[in-house]
């Protein structure tokens, strides 16, 4: 910068007088850091972490009484990871939200860059996410993708309130930039075509009847993924476990969040242990191990950003260190 002349840093005498000029010249030296900016394996703050689906399901409710959707751009709830300083991210990578519409009530349409889907907990024939203009059903476990720049909206024509869990990529949309959000000219797109077969929508029974023919990983444990991948930086797994089955995911850089679709399961992660049942939320940041154990017939799904992380060959495991 201006303000230290080449001919200053020829005068410099010793090391002392070498730092400071570089101070005043906006440079900082890279043999001494403040903060090491390589090490042998990733660092992470986020902890494995819980949340139940009744909790939520009880502070939606209450959200209900005092927001409404004409106020709120959404009526949801974000599942940051509980280490101090963070308000927003789930893991790394995605942030996840449990989101509820009532009975009669839309959700206006907007479109944004990041990647979004949903895992549907309680909905019906009636309940549409409006993507592109087309009304796709919201069934319970059903899966359905508004991938980036899509419109969508979601309208419960139903005589019941309608509950779901998001998941966005918009932590990596934060880190990388390129983050844009409209809203669409209508409220609501206006539409009379109901998509049943969109690409964009996993019917749970289609997912059940996939794993049923899927051949065991391990022991009492079947996987199937829905999409291939579901979106650019979003991968979608099913896990079907039979009643007492295990399986373990090693540390790796593959950031997750696991949602339990039916049953009730042990989960271990980062060496914290859950007890979980449908609908709950178990975050697993990157590096930390996770196991899942079921009490009774379990399906899980998981959300992680490996089609990122394979593009970028950062896909790798992360051996346990003595
Ligand atoms: O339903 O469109 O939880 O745009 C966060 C951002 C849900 C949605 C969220 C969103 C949505
Ligand atoms: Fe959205």
Redesign the pocket.
């Known amino acids: 910068m201006a303000n230290v002349s080449p001919e200053d840093f020829n005068r410099a005498g010793n090391m002392e007088e070498l730092l400071s000029l570089l101070g005043e010249a906006g440079i900082e030296n890279g043999w001494a850091k403040r903060e090491p900016s390589m090490y042998s394996v990733p660092k992470q703050n986020f902890i494995g972490a819980h949340w139940s689906y009744a909790q939520a399901r009880a502070a939606l409710d209450a959200a209900g009484r005092f927001v409404n959707t004409e106020l709120a751009?959404?009526r949801?709830l974000?599942l940051n990871n509980p280490v101090p300083g963070n308000y927003y991210p789930t893991v790394t990578t995605l942030?996840t939200?449990y989101?509820m519409v009532k009975a009669g009530e839309t959700?206006r349409s907007?479109r944004?860059t990041?990647n979004?889907m949903?895992l549907v907990m309680e909905g019906g024939p009636g309940m549409y996410?409006i993507v592109d203009g087309k009304k796709i059903p919201m069934i319970p476990n059903d899966v359905l993708l508004?991938p980036n720049w899509c419109w969508?909206?979601?309208s419960n024509e139903t005589k019941n309130n309608a509950y779901w869990i998001?998941f966005?990529d918009?932590p990596l949309t934060h880190l990388v930039g390129p983050m844009f959000f409209d809203h669409h000219e209508d409220m609501i797109e206006k539409t009379d075509i109901v998509d049943e077969n969109s690409p964009a929508r996993f019917p749970f029974q289609q997912t059940v009847a996939r794993l049923a023919a899927a051949e065991e990983f391990t022991p009492g444990c079947r996987r199937i993924e829905l999409g291939n991948p579901a979106m650019a930086t979003i991968a979608i797994h099913v896990t079907r476990l039979d009643p007492g089955a295990s399986f373990s995911e090693e540390p790796s850089t593959l950031s997750r969040v696991f949602a339990v679709m039916q049953g009730e399961a042990d989960a271990v992660v980062d060496g914290r242990a859950f007890s979980t049942k449908r609908g709950d939320i178990v975050a697993a940041p990157s590096t930390k191990a996770a196991k899942w154990t079921a009490k009774n017939e379990v399906y899980l799904l998981r959300v992680s950003d490996e089609p990122l992380l394979k593009y970028l060959n950062w896909l790798r495991p992360i051996a346990a260190r003595a």
Do not use: F, K, P, Y
Request: glycine residues 0%.
């Open positions: 751009e959404r949801n974000i942030v939200a989101q959700a907007h944004h990041a979004a949903r996410t508004t969508h909206a979601h998001d966005l918009v």
